[in-house]
């Protein structure tokens, strides 16, 4: 370079320039700095040792610590702000003077801001997470209070109708009729089974949501668990009037092995779901099938359907409210999604297409061999 | 307080949009955050705060970059210091009814060019969707792992750098196929020199180019579903 451009250098560099510049005698004390220096430490650190503005120098400067020495060094200094400061000095030498030239660490500050950009768009993302899982915590905390309202009236209508029906059966003595007597026992058992019914559901549910769900698997034949429920459950369908048909090689045979109780509980949830809400006089259609590895069962109705709107949340628990059946049969709404998680535990799933007004299909998978989800 | 029509609200939020570029490019993080809160303790619409202050920002900060007004540093940080800011927001967002969709919106693969998709995942729950951000590129396993109640009914990518574009083709090509019925649509700067019908015909899959044409193109689908 031409030395023409020495002095306008120096000018830049002393005058302009974001660079730090110490002029320091061989006794360590600062002679002369530059105009950024200035600016960054404290006018007044003229005339101090250089030890009071470079830090972590255990021992101290001595001139053999920069004489030699051809890379810059990494020196801290305290700025006067109070944050000390990174800088990276070249250090000449002449005339019993040292000149230090200190230059940010430019490489370094890009790294860290790519990194504490990328680090915060991570942060960020997790705390769009919390703040939406918090969202939806607070929804369901709020549908689990109202879950429990219903619950509740259920449980104080069935007790009602049960003490009812005792004080008329205690009050009346021999008055009534063996078929009044009956009736009113009849609806005492009903309303005791629909209350057991309901804890059970929600222990099972209780379990279930704690993650205490164990299998114990064993061998079977999942096609006589189908034909099992069928038979249970046709003199619940008679009374609707409803045809339960199978539609399945009877003599086909395959050997599952899974929870067989839980497998039964399961097509029992959704055999009385499908009567529940068949109309008088429809029929329910059960196909069973094998397909690779796993045992298929789908039960199809002709009944009320699923509005789209619903059809997501069916296995969601805790919905606030289940819907009446076509006869006004009632029901927890826990069914189902105690069921889905039986069947996720097994490795299988429920799967449902429904059509408001039309009907709707459930459709079990059974692996042949449970492998656990949990 | 003083309660402010929706109108003058808009106008007043406009008022403070000078003072909070110049907070964001001084790197004022108290500064923004205080605008924002404000902005929220008058009600101001929160589409305006994301359309009027978040995004805008975002295009004039890299206006600014394009003009060799600022570094790319200082163009880092603004957008971090923005995607702080849009957390101030969430308490409220989601908080927000939902319509019973979900969206699943995926970006590309570079950190610090993913706050686009954040916005539009954003704007879909501005809009009632209930929106899953993957923080990452979609891939076929994203949708294969899915329940069926988990199942989303639209996908949306966001990408910016164009040279990402072919990977993205080969997953919708491959998503397409196994999900037909799913509709996608992609957008991003990524996509700025590529013609919107040519995209259409070669993948099927519809190119949105900004916020008010999402909130059309999602008016629509509503529309579509209601006649089904």
């Given at each position: 370079?031409?030395p023409k451009?020495a002095?306008?250098?120096?000018?830049?560099?002393?005058?302009?320039?974001?660079?730090?510049?110490?002029?320091?005698?061989?006794?360590?004390?600062?002679l002369e700095?530059n105009?950024?220096t200035?600016?960054?430490?404290?006018?007044?650190v003229?005339?101090?040792n250089i030890?009071?503005?470079?830090?972590?120098?255990?021992?101290?400067?001595?001139p053999e610590l920069c004489?030699?020495?051809?890379?810059?060094?990494?020196?801290?200094?305290?700025?006067?702000?109070?944050?000390p400061e990174?800088?990276?000095?070249l250090?000449?030498?002449?005339d019993?003077?040292?000149?230090?030239?200190?230059?940010?660490?430019?490489?370094?500050?890009?790294?860290?801001?790519?990194?504490?950009?990328?680090?915060?768009?991570?942060?960020?993302?997790i705390?769009?997470?919390?703040?939406?899982?918090?969202?939806?915590?607070?929804?369901a905390?709020?549908?689990k209070?109202?879950?429990l309202?219903v619950?509740?009236?259920?449980i104080?209508?069935?007790?009602?109708?049960i003490?009812?029906?005792?004080t008329?059966?205690?009050?009346?003595?021999?008055?009534?009729?063996?078929?009044?007597?009956?009736?009113?026992?009849d609806?005492?058992?009903?309303?005791?089974n629909?209350?057991r019914?309901?804890v059970?559901q929600?222990?099972?549910?209780?379990s279930?949501?704690?993650g205490?769900?164990?299998?114990?698997?064993?061998s079977?034949?999942?096609?006589?668990?189908?034909?099992?429920?069928i038979?249970?459950?046709q003199?619940?369908?008679?009374?609707k009037?409803?045809?339960?048909?199978?539609?399945?090689?009877?003599?086909?045979?395959?050997?599952a092995v899974?929870?067989?109780?839980?497998?039964?509980?399961v097509?029992?949830?959704?055999?009385?779901?499908?009567?529940?809400?068949?109309?008088?006089?429809s029929?329910?259609t059960?196909?069973?099938w094998?397909?690779e590895?796993?045992f298929?069962?789908?039960?199809?109705?002709?009944?009320?359907?699923?509005?789209?709107?619903?059809?997501?949340?069916?296995?969601?628990?805790?919905?606030?409210s289940?819907?009446?059946?076509t006869?006004g049969?009632r029901?927890?709404?826990l069914?189902?999604p105690?069921?889905?998680?039986?069947m996720?535990a097994h490795?299988?799933?429920?799967?449902?297409k429904?059509?408001?007004?039309?009907g709707?299909?459930?459709?079990?998978?059974?692996?042949?061999?449970?492998?656990?989800?949990? | 307080?003083v309660?402010?029509?929706?109108?003058?609200?808009?106008?007043l939020?406009?008022?403070y949009?000078?003072?909070?570029l110049?907070?964001l490019?001084?790197?004022?993080?108290a500064?923004?955050?205080?605008?924002?809160?404000?902005?929220?303790t008058?009600e101001v619409?929160?589409?305006e705060?994301?359309?009027?202050?978040?995004?805008r920002?975002?295009?004039d900060?890299?206006?600014l970059?394009e003009?060799n007004k600022?570094?790319?540093?200082?163009?880092?940080?603004?957008?971090?210091?923005?995607?702080?800011l849009?957390?101030l927001?969430?308490p409220?967002?989601?908080?927000?009814p939902?319509?019973?969709?979900?969206?699943?919106?995926?970006?590309?693969?570079?950190?610090?060019?993913?706050?686009?998709?954040k916005?539009?995942?954003?704007?879909?729950?501005l809009?009632g969707w209930?929106?899953?951000?993957l923080?990452e590129?979609?891939?076929?396993k994203?949708l294969?792992?899915k329940?069926?109640?988990d199942?989303p009914?639209l996908?949306?990518?966001?990408l910016?750098?164009?040279?990402?574009?072919?990977?993205?083709?080969?997953?919708?090509?491959?998503?397409?196929?196994?999900?037909?019925?799913?509709?996608?649509?992609?957008?991003?700067?990524?996509?700025?020199?590529?013609?919107?019908?040519?995209?259409?015909?070669?993948?099927?899959?519809?190119?949105?180019?900004?916020?008010?044409?999402?909130?059309?193109?999602?008016?629509q689908?509503?529309c579509?579903?209601?006649?089904?």
């Open positions: 370079m031409s451009f002095p306008c250098m120096i000018e830049y560099v002393w005058k302009q320039s974001e660079i730090l510049g110490l002029l320091v005698s061989k006794d360590g004390l600062i700095i105009g950024y200035e600016q960054k430490l404290h006018p007044e003229i005339g101090k030890n009071q503005v470079f830090l972590f120098l255990p021992e101290g400067w001595h004489l030699h020495r051809d890379n810059a060094e990494l020196y801290a200094v305290a700025t006067g702000n109070g944050h990174n800088f990276l000095f250090t000449f030498y002449a019993d003077t040292f000149l230090f030239l200190g230059q940010p660490p430019f490489e370094d500050t890009a790294t860290n801001t790519t990194l504490l950009s990328s680090l915060t768009t991570d942060l960020t993302h705390s769009r997470q919390l703040e939406k899982k918090n969202a939806e915590l607070k929804n905390n709020q549908v209070n109202e879950f309202g619950i509740a009236l259920d104080r209508s069935a007790v009602s109708t003490s009812d029906a005792a008329m059966m205690a009050d009346a003595g021999d008055a009534f009729t063996a078929e009044i007597q009956k009736a009113l026992l609806s005492i058992r009903d309303q005791s629909f209350m019914n309901l059970t929600l222990l099972d549910f209780r279930i949501e704690t205490i769900i164990s299998l114990h698997l064993e079977f034949n999942p096609l006589e668990i189908v034909n099992t429920t038979l249970y459950y003199l619940m369908a008679k009374k009037a409803i045809n339960l048909h199978s539609n399945f090689p009877q003599d086909a045979c395959s050997i899974a929870d067989k109780q839980k497998f039964q509980q097509l029992h949830h959704l055999c009385s779901n499908a009567i529940k809400f068949s109309f008088t006089g029929s329910i059960f196909r069973s094998w397909e590895a796993s298929f069962v789908a039960i199809e109705d002709n009944g009320t359907g699923i509005a789209p709107g619903t059809l997501r949340s069916i296995f969601t628990p805790l919905r606030s289940s819907t009446l059946g006869t049969e029901g927890t709404g069914g189902l105690i069921s889905q998680k039986i996720k490795g299988g799933k429920i799967r449902v429904s059509e408001l007004g039309k709707s299909t459930f459709l079990v998978e059974l692996p042949l061999k449970a492998h656990s989800q949990q | 307080m309660k402010h029509s929706a109108s003058s609200a808009t106008k939020a406009a008022s949009y000078p003072q909070y110049q907070d490019l001084g790197c004022n993080y500064a923004c955050e205080a605008t924002i809160k404000q902005l929220l008058l619409d929160l589409k705060i994301y359309t009027g202050f978040f995004q920002s975002l295009y900060v890299g206006r970059w003009q600022i570094t790319v540093s200082k163009e880092h940080v603004a957008t971090a210091l923005t995607e702080t849009i957390t927001l969430y409220v967002l989601f908080q927000r939902r319509a019973g969709r979900k969206a699943m919106i995926a970006c590309g693969a570079e950190g610090t060019h993913r706050i686009g998709a916005i539009v995942a954003d704007y879909f729950e809009l209930d929106c899953e951000f923080n590129p979609l891939t076929f994203h294969a792992e329940d069926d109640a199942f009914d996908l949306a990518h966001s910016s750098l164009s040279f990402q574009i072919p990977i993205l083709e080969q997953e919708l090509h491959l998503i397409k196929t196994h999900f037909p019925q799913l509709p996608m649509i992609v957008g991003g700067q990524a996509f700025t020199k590529i013609d919107d019908s040519a995209w259409q015909n070669k993948t099927g899959v519809t190119l949105v180019r900004n916020l008010d044409a999402l909130e059309a193109y999602l008016l689908y509503e579509r579903k209601v006649g089904e």
